[in-house]
Antibody, heavy 122, light 108 residues
Framework: QVQLVQSGGEMKKSGASVRVSCKTS????????ISWLRRAPGQGLEWMGW????????KYAQNFQDRVTMTTDTSTGTAYMELRSLRSDDTAVYFC???????????????WGQGTLVTVSS | EIVLTQSPGTLSLSPGERATLSCRAS???????FAWYQQKPGQAPGLLIY???SRATGIPDRFTGSGSGTDFTLTISRVEPEDSAVYFC?????????FGRGTKLDIK
């Protein structure tokens, strides 16, 4: 079955960077995209961006444009999300999700990774 | 960006009753690019509906999505105890993709 397995929780200091991985299995990686979402405590889901599994094209949300980089390794079917210059309000659970489109960010999401808690302290 | 407002915030029903969950968009959602998800405690969300009305693989036919434009509805025809969860909506017709805050469904 299709699975997305994320790396474990991280604790970081303000100003540091974090890299979360998302190992996929059970489908042809290049036929779909990967989006990254997050949910901060008491907040709703926030879309961070999308990357094509086919050609690595990306689309980032404006809120993260300057601080996030999404990449893929098609040889292993793994996606990565790096967030830089962390602040305390970046404390959240980060999700990778398989996006229905490999051509654009206009996608529904199925399935979801299990989530990775990133805690940022000063 | 498109803001999605879900109502009610909480819904408490008995098994066998009908659940009607609403999601209203602040702007027209392009081409019915609309989805619904279910999240049970301790689990990642799961896709229920995409394209406003298409059921995802394995979703029982008691779950129905409808709507267009700015008003969308998820209907559960006869709720079962296993339907206790938070349900949230998503639009993917405009960038950025956005989500509603969710409706909590309690089955008494």
């Amino acid at each position: 079955q299709v699975q997305l397995v994320q790396s474990g929780g991280e604790m970081k200091k303000s100003g540091a960077s974090v890299r979360v991985s998302c190992k996929t299995s059970g489908y042809t990686f290049t036929r779909y995209g990967i989006s990254w979402l997050r949910r901060a405590p008491g907040q709703g889901l926030e879309w961070m961006g999308w990357i094509s599994g086919h050609n690595g094209n990306t689309k980032y949300a404006q809120n993260f444009q300057d601080r996030v980089t999404m990449t893929t390794d098609t040889s292993t079917g793994t996606a990565y999300m790096e967030l830089r210059s962390l602040r305390s309000d970046d404390t959240a659970v980060y999700f990778c999700v398989r996006a229905s489109s490999t051509w654009s960010e206009y996608s529904w999401f199925d399935p979801w990774g299990q989530g990775t808690l990133v805690t940022v302290s000063s | 960006e498109i803001v999605l407002t879900q109502s009610p915030g909480t819904l408490s029903l008995s098994p066998g009753e009908r659940a009607t969950l609403s999601c209203r968009a602040s702007q027209h959602v392009t081409s019915g690019f609309f989805a619904w998800y279910q999240q049970k405690p301790g689990q990642a969300p799961g896709l229920l509906i995409y394209g406003a009305s298409s059921r995802a693989t394995g979703i029982p036919d008691r779950f129905t999505g409808s709507g267009s434009g700015t008003d969308f509805t998820l209907t559960i025809s006869r709720v079962e105890p296993e339907d206790s969860a938070v349900y949230f909506c998503q639009q993917y017709g405009s960038s950025p993709v956005t989500f509603g805050r969710g409706t909590k469904l309690d089955i008494k």
